[in-house]
């Protein structure tokens, strides 16, 4: 009785190990959310109109020290798709909120170098959705540029700030890819 009581203690580890194996793997599997597609997002920006042919920014020397100083790291493409119609123009791009983490798929309509429209595409870290959410990006809409950073206080998400960062600067890289562009 003794040998049984003994294994079945020492069984209980394990299962309670595989158990949170388990949590850990479902978990991992909702760790990227995916808000909307871009090519959903284009759709409704430019809707009810069909979507303009994309265009493409290319990013020289020069370009790239200006979108350097605004992300606080070089932008990885030498280009940039995005569209443009009706005085308005749409960039999907993606960045890091926290060094190591995958990054963020967002898009961003800019007019008359302001933000006119705000969107998290698809968010791949494990903290900070709450940038996704319409109540945060609804504080993006209106801002032009400000130096490197933007006009208008946003306010931060407790347990998020490196999200709302990433935001910001994603914001207002919109602004200066708007600006190249044109």
Known sequence: MRRSALKALLALPIVGLAARKARADDYSVDLYKTFQTPQAFISEVFAPDPAPAPSMLMLDGA???????????????????????????????????????????????????????????????????????????RQLIGAKAAGNGLDKPVDNISGATLSVKMMQRMARAAIAFDAMAT
């Open 63 to 137: 370009k790239q020290s200006q979108v350097s100083a605004i992300l606080g790291h070089p932008y990885p493409q030498a280009r940039l798709r995005y569209w443009k119609a009706g005085g308005r123009s749409a960039w999907i791009f993606d960045d890091v909120g926290k060094d190591g983490y995958v990054p963020t798929t967002c898009g961003f309509v800019v007019s008359g170098g302001s933000i006119e429209h705000a969107r998290v595409l698809i968010y791949r870290e494990s903290r900070g959705e709450q940038v996704g959410e319409p109540s945060f990006l």
